[in-house]
Each structure stands twice: as structure tokens, then as C-alpha cells.
């Protein structure tokens, strides 16, 4: 089975800053994708970012990236720019079966 | 609409109810998904279909009950709930079922409340 682990329950971060949310999973699989999705507090799981085990760049998506560290089994997201609208869970996720098997997530507050 | 919809958004049921909640997609995906999200858990995959056949039933009670009529919508029909039961649902697609690299697109869930 997949295992994910964010470490951080809480992280703030000050309007217009750049922020990296902790991502380390545990897999078997020789392929795989890891995943990050962000939750409002409206509820709505928006896809963010993925990653691919056999991509040799760290993805990027406008202001996200990914910063991916295979050896370390580590899939961190970084956030450039932060702003208020960022304020939300954040959600490192991986394929599991047939479902996702999520992380306990991180809140992040964005402040003025 | 573009995405995956999902209604309603909100909804508050009495034990004795029977209700229907209803996600379509319209991404032109093959897969479609249940998840059931309660306060400080993780999410729970309910049931999985594939071009409308079910593919995985993870051991939800008879109680919820789903129907997949075609493989752009997908319905949660509940009946004689439990407070329990009270959770964010979640309605999501994928364009395969198998893929440990496809994404899963969710939509804005629905918030039900059983008194």
C-alpha cells in the first residue's frame, strides 16, 4: 500500500512570499504519479500539480512547482507569490488501486 | 459547464429521507468515482465505475446506493441514513480507471447533513 506523510499541519506565509508544503511517500511501484490538490474551505478538490517517478524535470504550473526528489522519496510543492486566494488545504496524494490515497494535509494561511 | 458538477451542494436529510445526488463530467472521461470526506479523516473511496460498469465497492453499506446510467454522470442515491453519515461527498473522473498516473478530477461536492 501507498503511504503519504505531510508533517506539516499548519504553515503560514506572508502575502507575495514564496512557500514549500513537505510531501514523503512510500511506494512499490516502479511507476507512479504523485499529486497535489488544493482544498477551499468551500470544499472543491482542485488539481494543482503532478509528477510523474520517470519525469526527469520537477513539473511546473504557473506558479507552482513541484520539487521532486526521487532518492529521498520526497514530492514537495512550492508556492511563488503567495497570495490571500492561496489560503487553503493542500493535499499531496498518489494513485492508489483504484482510488487516491491522500496525506493528512497542510493549512495554509496567507496573511495581508 | 466544463469540469465535473456536482448537485446539489448542499443538503439536509432526516434519517427517514430517500435523496439522490447527482455529478456529471464533462471531460469526456471513462471513469467515474465516489468519495465520501468526514471532518478530520482522510478520503474514503466508495465506489469506483468504468464505462458505466462498477469496478470496486469498497465495502460501503447498502444503504448508498450508485448508479453510473452513462459515463458522463453518476448518482449517489440515499436512503435511511445515519447521523454518521453526515460528510462532504465528492464526485470525480478519470479518463482511465487503471492508471497509477492518471489524474482525478474532482468536483465541488456535496454537503450533507443527517438529523
Known amino acids: 500500500a501507498q503511504k503519504i506523510t505531510q508533517t506539516q499541519p499548519g504553515m503560514f506565509v ?60 520526497s514530492a514537495n510543492l512550492v508556492i511563488s507569490a503567495s497570495q490571500l486566494g492561496d489560503s487553503a488545504m493542500y493535499f499531496c496524494a498518489m494513485r492508489e488501486g483504484l482510488g487516491m490515497r491522500f496525506g493528512a494535509g497542510t493549512r495554509l494561511t496567507v496573511k495581508p | 459547464e466544463t469540469g465535473v458538477t456536482q448537485t446539489p451542494r448542499h443538503l439536509v436529510m432526516g434519517m427517514t429521507n430517500k435523496k439522490s445526488l447527482k455529478c456529471e463530467q464533462h471531460l469526456g472521461h471513462n471513469a467515474m468515482y465516489w468519495y465520501k470526506q468526514s471532518a478530520k479523516k482522510p478520503l474514503e473511496l466508495m465506489f469506483v465505475y468504468s464505462l458505466e460498469e462498477r469496478v470496486e465497492n469498497n465495502s460501503v453499506p447498502s444503504r448508498f446506493s450508485p448508479e453510473c446510467p452513462n ?43 443527517v438529523l
Open chain 1, 14 to 73: 506572508q502575502e507575495k512570499e514564496a512557500v514549500t508544503l513537505d510531501c514523503t511517500y512510500d511506494t512499490s511501484d516502479q511507476s507512479y504519479g504523485l499529486f497535489w490538490y488544493k482544498q477551499p474551505s468551500s470544499g472543491e478538490m482542485i488539481f494543482l500539480i503532478y509528477q510523474g517517478s520517470y519525469d526527469e524535470q520537477n513539473a511546473t504550473e504557473g506558479r507552482y512547482s513541484l520539487n521532486f526528489q526521487k532518492a529521498r522519496k
Open chain 2, 71 to 113: 459515463s458522463s454522470h453518476l448518482f449517489l442515491h440515499l436512503h435511511t441514513l445515519q447521523p454518521e453519515d453526515s460528510a462532504l461527498y465528492l464526485c470525480a473522473s478519470s479518463q482511465e480507471f487503471n492508471f497509477a498516473t492518471d489524474t482525478q478530477y474532482f468536483g465541488p461536492g456535496t454537503r450533507l447533513t
